[in-house]
């Protein structure tokens, strides 16, 4: 796992920054690696608390169950939403309930970036060697967030038993598909939030709202919305791709803003796009951070 | 390189304040928190750089480290520009901020350290030898399974220290590191600091507000104030370019007036209460003639010197050269 783990112990090793090529390694490769370190050790302190990590992360899973079983209480009394039944909601609100949980617990700690600039805790990331990016994401690496996930895809598995859908190779591979290239646009999200809070310490609500907030409008059918509040989340916020555009196409169900079948397929391609742009918002923020030391 | 391991040349960082002034009314405000410092640190020298708050200490200390960018002049540490090769630069220094930790604070001491050891690529032997080495020295011992917020300031910036130190940094900061620390943790800490610098010659550069950090640990001090170097010299002589003075505090047989001696003696009486006299004289000037005179001339019962405080002499400083 570790690089010098096979050394023979006591065998001298020339120090990280004088050994070729440490220039050349990508940075992305360092962020990672430093990423999975840091969450390792958070991983193994939260197991050293056995009971406690298996109550919150139940307690996680409760809470965000809540939501569904509204859903749930409201289908009591009518048979369709926005035209919409209940399994085929429950595959919205699957998709966008996983795809938001793996998100939250890969890249939810970022939204302490405000905290950090404000009390200074940020200057002590920046003396270590290894990307500020990643050790902010894995910060606190919080294990209880699986609960979000397990209850996301109880729902999908749910969605998927009820519904009758007829199943094609490209439907089959849109599943995965849109609930990676989801996570990673609720992921892109998350850390240009963070990179706003460089600017304005006290916007992690502003993030929240978008994140948080997203992943509830996407529970639900575009057909309920404002087409203005349609349009913000297809083509601002590109949130529509993370859930609605993908799992319409499954669904075999009419898009919203008459968009051409295609836009079902662009998912990882907005996810690369949408961090593209965090990056760069993060380096922007960073910088400013890093001339104006607040 | 050696000679120049630490290397400043006009370095500059201007702040650019914000205030609000009225409902959406700002007033943008520059502050030049260091304003063209220059200087060089040799390898394995342990520099004092002093100040009153607000003097731009730390501002230079996080430009050193690579945490802020410079807005002007050339800054070099062991050859880096700190600013461009910030991470590069994060494997050969070591850095403690008395106010905050560089720990993980819910987790236990041996996990912060456990988790430096893989970040810094620490080969595993030199790792177990360094922090051997720390936990003997700076008595952590019964602290590694401690989660480190509950450690006490004392033991935290122990921790701290060790945690800076795991990676053989080839120079150290270290901003305020006996702050708030009581008088064995203080010694505890300079001891260490001492020992460090004379076996493995590590550069060290630390800013503090206690004089006597400064008196037991340099030869060299930085006097630093409105963002500009005003004193760079030994501490010796900071007294008399400060033109110190040092206080005999005198006991006398009963209350006198106050005491008179030959006028080539450069004394004069500062304060009287009742049989105790304050006399002040240059700290330049040895004490024993004028104690022999007093002891001839007056019914003398006891007498201790008093050593100059450094802030005193920092402020005397200022008020002597209003250029400053």
Known sequence: MEAGAGRRAGEPEPAAWSRPGFDDRSRLLEGVRAYGLIVAMWMRSTMAYRASFVMTTLGNFVVTAFDFVTIMLMFAHVDALGGYTLPEIALLYGTSATAFGLSDLLFGSVDRLGRRVRDGTLDTLLVRPVPVLAQVAADRFALRRLGRITQGLLVLGYALATLDIAWTPLRVVMLPLMVLSGAAIFGAVFVAGAAFQFFAQDASEVQNAFTYGGTTVLQYPPTIFAKELVRGVTFVVPLAFVSWLPALYVLGRDYPLELPEWVAFLPPVVAGLCWLLAGLAWRTGLRAYRSTGS | ?324
């Open chain 2, 1 to 324: 390189m050696d000679s120049d391991f630490i290397e400043l040349d006009g370095v500059e960082k201007v702040f650019d304040v914000r205030r609000r002034t009225g409902f959406l009314r700002r007033e943008r405000r520059e502050v030049r928190a260091v304003d063209g410092i220059s200087f060089r640190v040799p390898r394995g020298e342990m520099v004092g750089y002093i100040g009153p708050n607000g003097a731009g200490k730390s501002t230079t200390i996080k430009m050193l480290t690579g945490i802020l960018t410079p807005s002007g002049g050339r800054l070099r540490v062991a050859g880096i520009d700190p600013a461009r090769e910030r991470t590069r630069l994060a494997h050969r220094i070591g850095v403690v901020f008395g106010q905050r930790t560089t720990l993980w604070w819910d987790l236990p001491l041996r996990d912060s350290y456990r988790l430096m050891h893989r970040m810094y690529r620490i080969p595993d032997r030199r790792f177990r030898e360094n922090l051997d080495r720390c936990v003997e020295l700076l008595d952590l011992g019964a602290l590694l399974e401690v989660p480190v917020r509950q450690l006490s300031l004392g033991q935290r910036m122990r921790g701290d220290i060790a945690a800076a130190l795991l990676h053989d940094p080839e120079v150290l900061y270290l901003d305020e590191p006996t702050i708030g620390l009581d008088v064995v943790s203080k010694a505890k800490v300079r001891g260490f600091l001492r020992d460090l610098n004379a076996e493995r010659s590590t550069t060290v550069l630390l800013t503090t507000h206690d004089l006597t950090d400064i008196e037991q640990l340099c030869r060299r001090v930085m006097v630093i104030d409105h963002g500009r170097l005003v004193y760079d010299g030994a501490l010796a002589k900071l007294h008399e370019v400060g033109e110190s003075e040092r206080t005999l505090v005198v006991d006398l047989e009963r209350e006198l007036p106050p005491v008179t001696l030959a006028s080539d003696l450069s004394v004069r009486v500062v304060k009287v209460e009742g049989p105790r006299q304050w006399l002040a004289f240059p700290a330049s000037v040895s004490a024993a003639p004028l104690v022999a005179r007093l002891a001839a001339d007056y019914p003398l019962v006891d007498l201790s010197v008093r050593e100059p405080d450094i802030e005193a002499v920092i402020a005397k400083m200022y008020a002597s050269d209003p250029a400053l």
